[in-house]
């Protein structure tokens, strides 16, 4: 039987503010454990919570960038479970009237675009963190995290493989970083994923059984986990068995998922109206003031790119996959604007390899996007060959002759030769030196004037124009 794999993703991003949710208590990494948690956090009788204005503040921007709707107003509720970093017996979230509601996120699969609906995003707090690896026979319990503003972003199972679960997960971490609502670092637990995946037969229309994979942080887990927990339903129901509802763990170093604990429903959180928080109003005009202030969005620099500078939806999505890589490729292409396409394979390719190679972020690179078009220019107007130019760039990200492209093309001799009858000279030299090669060609052997070419190369020590070479030889070859 032919299987379709059905994924939904519920993914957790850390709001960028400087306290937590309902308490003035700070949210920076990396404190001693409890140094962070303040009454409110702790839930001592009689404390009560206050809203951050921040936190919400994030959750329109989010609700603009997707083109979903704000609800006003919007409900916070009380979600029971027992767990023992969470010191209430309750989480602060949100159910019946989630402040977004709706949207979408446009993945890019290749030079495919699809639609991943989204079905809510609510705010909620963060529990705290349990500790076992320092502890004998024990746990620890560390309130840091407790209250810290979180945004839970639920899409609808519109995934039909690993593939395109990441490929919304990077989207949708590269859209909360790109309006600055979430620094997508994953290491420190601020974009967290939750995949739900179950499987059908192919055609059916009906949902199989589903399980939960929890707290997955990074793409590469995610990919792993949804790959092992399909095969895994897939093989029960191929042996006649049924998939059990349940929440499961991603054991990196297995590469298998585990069972954690049965799967609740909502019933099971007893959901209902918090009575210390009021329903939050939104005033129309508040979020028009925001949407002024979110920036150019990435799907419209992809299409922007596109019909601007004819490159692919591929370049378009590669290059928008950071706001810093972005903002690299428009204050190069300004400086260029009719060498677009030389300037997105330049910074697809020897800028983000050397960036990956040396673990560094764009805004960081050695290379300024000012120093990049000039060089891009060089190689436009025929100084030098493409190949020279990487020899410059690697002047170039060293820090050598204080970023001076021309400079360094003069001390090392990389410019082209372009003079016509230099050329010539060394053409004649070559066929000349050549006769059975020449004779080659004349009798239909295509591979024989490829061999000429790479002679008058060798003999002009690559500096001659390739294009040059190969129009003059063709010429000359015909007369």
Request: net charge negative.
């Amino acid at each position: 039987m032919q299987w379709e794999i059905v994924i939904g993703l519920e993914v957790h991003a850390q709001l960028s503010t400087q306290s937590k949710i309902f308490s003035g208590a700070s949210i920076a990494y990396g404190a001693m454990p409890n140094t962070q948690a303040c009454l409110v956090d702790l839930a001592l009788p009689g404390v009560l919570p206050v809203l951050n204005r921040g936190a919400v503040e994030r959750a329109i921007k989010f609700g603009l960038a997707i083109g979903a709707k704000i609800n006003s107003p919007s409900i916070f509720a009380r979600k029971n479970y027992f767990y023992p970093d969470l010191p209430k017996g309750y989480q602060i979230s949100q159910y019946e009237l989630p402040i977004v509601e709706g949207g979408d996120i446009r993945i890019q699969m290749g030079e495919t675009e699809k639609q991943i609906r989204l079905t809510r995003a609510h705010l909620e707090e963060d529990a705290g963190k349990s500790l076992h690896e320092d502890f004998h026979s024990m746990s620890g319990i560390d309130l840091n995290r407790a209250g810290t503003p979180l945004l839970e972003i639920v899409s609808e199972p519109d995934m039909r493989s690993s593939t395109e679960a990441v490929a919304y997960a990077k989207t949708l971490h590269s859209l909360v970083r790109w309006i600055g609502i979430c620094d997508g670092n994953m290491q420190e637990g601020s974009f967290r994923c939750d995949a739900n995946v179950s499987v059908r037969p192919r055609g059916s229309e009906t949902l199989g059984t589903r399980c939960e994979i929890k707290n997955l942080n990074s793409f590469r887990f995610l990919e792993k986990a949804i790959e092992f927990e399909a095969e895994r339903q897939i093989e029960i129901l191929e042996d006649g068995g049924c998939v059990r509802q349940e929440t499961r763990l991603f054991d990196a170093n297995k590469g298998e998922t585990r069972t954690m604990r049965s799967k609740e429903d909502a019933n099971d959180y007893r959901y209902f109206p918090d009575p210390d928080l009021l329903p939050v109003e939104i005033a129309s005009d508040w979020i028009a003031q925001l949407q002024k202030t979110l920036p150019e969005l990435p799907q419209t620099r992809r299409a922007r790119y596109v019909s601007e500078f004819g490159l692919s939806a591929y370049d378009a999505s590669v290059l928008t996959g950071s706001r810093e890589l972005s903002d690299y490729f428009e204050a190069t292409v300004k400086l260029l604007p009719a060498q677009a396409k030389l300037c997105a394979n330049w910074i697809m390719g020897e800028i983000s390899a050397r960036l990956n190679k040396t673990d560094m972020d764009v805004v960081a690179c050695p290379v300024a996007p000012e120093t990049l078009a000039v060089l891009l220019s060089r190689i436009d107007d025929g100084t030098i060959s493409g190949k020279a130019a990487k020899t410059v760039f690697d002047s170039l990200w060293q820090g050598e002759m204080e970023q001076q492209v021309d400079a360094i093309i003069d001390a090392k001799g990389l410019k082209q030769i372009t003079d016509d009858s230099a050329i010539e000279q060394q053409i004649d030299d070559v066929l000349a030196a050549n006769t059975q090669l020449v004779t080659d060609f004349r009798s239909g052997k295509e591979k024989a004037f490829n061999a000429l070419v790479g002679q008058v190369m060798k003999a002009t020590k690559g500096k001659a124009n390739p294009a040059q070479v190969n129009a003059m030889l063709k010429k000359r070859l015909s007369d």
